[in-house]
């Protein structure tokens, strides 16, 4: 029994209160945290970064009759443009084939390397902490590296093609999936591990058959969520010459031929919503209906959240209860669905491969381009730029990344509160709330800031605004399956003594999801700041302008000038993140 659940017995054994007031008993008989100075030093951080967010937002200086005046642009450009056209089907079909295919085998291959990785970084299975802090710290500098970047650099290397954006993917989404993977495995159960090892088991056994079965579902679900977000991205790096629907999207716009580019837009958005419909129903199938055990996301950004029901001790399998049974694990149905799905998925990536038509001899010639290529990259100057204007343009970034950031939370709290099962009013209205969310998510922030461009004209509006509408599906997403997965004693407590659903869902569901909310904040400015220099690329402002021309110029070494900026202020803002997890757990 929690000390919320006490307080409320004790409330309504008295009998003399009123059910609101009742409710305020709770609140007010809950135990009082001490606040340390780290706390408070934490607080008041906290506090300054959403002050800066909104001054922010004041220094962009967002007008909405302004847009609305300028909504004649958009008109005149839609003249312009006259009508969507699209490739002849053949070609259509061949394009979104290659696109699904280069998406998928760059995914598979950071999933992939990321295993042992995770296994590095996880604390339960690291050999020791200078190989748990080397595997971090590969998590973190590849995801700061943008993977149009990573592209710029393997199209130097390698033939022109899907290879390229293959690698770029791969690379960029070990940092995002190597997190989450390791803080999976730092979750399970080790009862079936420790079997596994009294009975003699080795290492590879251990891993196989007591840490793999209990992480596989949410590693799946991990895989297909960031295949979603690849999808998505992969429009940027059509840009820098990877083969696939950006690829040719780029050609329509640059050749101004905006009736196609528009049309390929549509089809990329389609097929975003499809891919992301079709992971959560393989997402739903394989993690089920669990209400009380943390999802694939929290374990990204708040490892700890539901530690308690995943050590509960009905969580452990029937395959586990002795170590003969998790050596030698039985076919239940489960498992012979599990592998019927694999081998599916096996033939899909097989298929994926094929598509994407690589050169494979690639690998064995571009060693003899890597050191004229290193050397078009370093040492890292800023060329021509005076350093003080590139400094003034990386803030810029962080400027227009902490804007969007903040005009993102209230709506995405609104919407992720709807979208959640224990705080919606409705089982229509949670629906339609994920709906919302679904639709949002599915927009590339790069097509939208295209859109926005043409009504505000270049600038760093139209990357806040790009930024703000595509992070409400993500952190509104978040937040739901947060606020699903809250203990809901304290909530059912409130509601015993007659509490109302909003004091119930302030009382109980938020002061429960606050630290996962904080945790998903921290992750949606981490996610801006990269997404905002790539929106640069499109005239959405920040360092982004620079680093295009750097690589339309092959200006390679002011590249690297601007990716160590990017690298060290993700830094920043990670290191962050991890105190700010660690003082409010």
């Known amino acids: 029994m929690t000390a919320l659940d006490a307080s409320t017995s004790s409330a309504t054994q008295g009998g003399g209160a009123s059910p609101r007031g009742g409710a305020r008993t709770v609140a007010e008989r809950a135990p009082k945290r001490p606040i340390s100075p780290e706390r408070i030093a934490a607080s008041l951080t906290l506090t300054a970064l959403v002050v800066l967010g909104i001054l922010a937002v004041r220094e962009v200086d967002i007008s909405i009759p302004a847009m609305v005046q300028s909504w004649g642009n958009a008109e005149n450009f839609m003249a312009r443009v006259g009508g969507l056209s699209f490739p002849e089907p053949a070609d259509l079909a061949w394009l979104i084939a290659l696109t ?37 710290f590969i998590g973190v500098l590849t995801r700061a590296l943008p993977d149009v970047v990573l592209a710029m650099a393997f199209v130097l290397m390698f033939s022109l093609g899907t290879l390229p954006g293959i690698l770029a993917i791969g690379i960029h989404s070990i940092g995002m999936i190597s997190k989450m993977f390791a803080d999976a495995i730092e979750q399970i159960d ?48 059509g840009y820098v010459g990877v083969a696939g629907l950006g690829l040719e999207m780029s050609y329509a716009f640059k050749s101004l031929n905006y009736g196609k580019g528009l049309g390929i837009a549509l089809v990329i958005f389609i097929l975003c919503i499809v891919m992301e419909i079709v992971s959560s129903l393989v997402r739903g199938a ?10 694939w996301m929290d374990r990204m950004v708040h490892p700890r959240l539901g530690a308690q029901a995943a050590s509960a001790p009905d969580a452990r399998p029937a395959w586990a209860v002795s170590p003969q049974t998790a050596v030698h694990r039985p076919w239940t149905a489960q498992r ?15 298929g994926s491969v094929v598509v994407s038509q690589i050169n494979w001899m690639d690998f064995f010639t571009f060693w003899a381009k890597l050191p004229e290529v290193a050397a078009r990259f370093w040492p890292p100057s800023f060329g021509s730029y ?53 639709g949002i998510r599915g927009i590339p922030e790069l097509i939208l800031a295209i859109v926005l461009v043409v009504i505000t004209g270049l600038g760093a509006q139209a990357g806040v605004i790009a930024l703000a509408i595509g992070g409400i599906g993500l952190l509104g997403k978040l937040i739901a399956d947060s606020f699903e997965e809250v203990d809901r004693g304290p909530e ?24 996962a909310l904080i945790g998903h904040s921290f992750y949606m400015l981490d996610t801006n700041i990269r997404a905002a220099t790539i929106l640069g690329i499109v005239g959405g402002g920040g360092v982004g302008y620079y680093l295009l021309n750097a690589s339309q110029g092959s200006r390679y070494e002011t590249v690297t000038a601007i990716v160590l900026m990017i690298l060290a202020t993700v830094l920043v803002v990670e290191g962050l993140a991890m105190w700010m997890r660690k003082v409010f757990r």
């Open 492 to 515: 059912r407590a409130l509601r015993a003594v007659g509490a109302t659903r909003l004091q119930t869902y302030t009382s109980a569901t938020v002061p429960q999801g606050m630290q």
């Open 286 to 295: 394989m993690l089920g209906e669990q209400r009380h055990t943390r999802s």
């Open 190 to 237: 080790e009862g079936p591990r420790l079997a596994i090892r009294a009975a003699g088991g080795s290492k590879m056994q251990e891993f196989s058959a007591g840490i793999l079965p209990q992480v596989l579902p949410s590693w799946v679900a991990t895989v297909l969520h960031r295949n979603d977000i690849n999808l998505r991205g992969s429009v940027v790096l």
């Open 336 to 350: 012979v669905r599990h592998t019927i799905a694999g081998v599916v998925a096996v033939l899909v990536v097989i």
């Open 100 to 136: 699904v295919g280069l998406v998928l085998v760059g995914t598979l291959l950071a999933a992939v390397l990321s295993v042992p990785i995770a296994y590095l970084a996880a604390s339960n299975t690291t050999p020791g902490n200078g190989w748990r802090a080397a595997a971090r």
């Open 386 to 438: 005076d350093a003080s204007a590139m400094f003034e343009a990386m803030r810029d970034t962080v400027a227009i990344a902490l804007a969007a950031t903040v005009l993102t939370l209230l709506p995405s709290l609104l919407l992720g509160s709807l979208a959640a099962r224990n705080v919606a009013p409705s089982p229509g209205a949670r629906g339609t709330a994920r709906l919302l969310l679904v």
